[in-house]
Nanobody, 118 residues
């Protein structure tokens, strides 16, 4: 059974930092590209960041470039999202997802809430 479990969310002030973690089990983690997504109340889910299987390639939404960093530790089956200079508009539920060989995100975590106060 595949499980993706996020942690690290919380309530912070604008300008603060948070690091989210996503621990994976039940799949061959090193063979899977991973991504982070977020969904704010009343809005559609949006892409935040992605990382290749080896970690050598990353991609970011324009809204988080230069502030967020995605990384992974294949020995720990974990992907991270370091979020710096947080803004109130970053408030959302953040979820990690695993991408299959057809480039489809087919497994999702339950999400962790990030709330940034002004």
């Amino acid at each position: 059974q595949v499980q993706l479990v996020e942690s690290g969310g919380g309530l912070v002030q604008a300008g603060d930092s948070l690091r989210l973690s996503c621990a994976a089990s039940g799949l061959t983690f090193s063979m899977r590209a991973m991504g982070w997504f977020r969904q704010a109340p009343g809005k559609e889910r949006e892409f935040v960041a992605a990382i290749s299987r080896s970690g050598g390639s990353t991609d970011y939404a324009d809204s988080v470039k230069g502030r967020f960093t995605i990384s992974r530790d294949n020995a720990k089956n974990t992907v991270y999202l370091q979020m710096n200079s947080l803004k109130p508009e970053d408030t959302a539920v953040y979820s990690c997802a695993s991408k299959n060989r057809n480039s489809v995100y087919d497994y999702w975590g339950q999400g962790t809430q990030v709330t940034v106060s002004s």
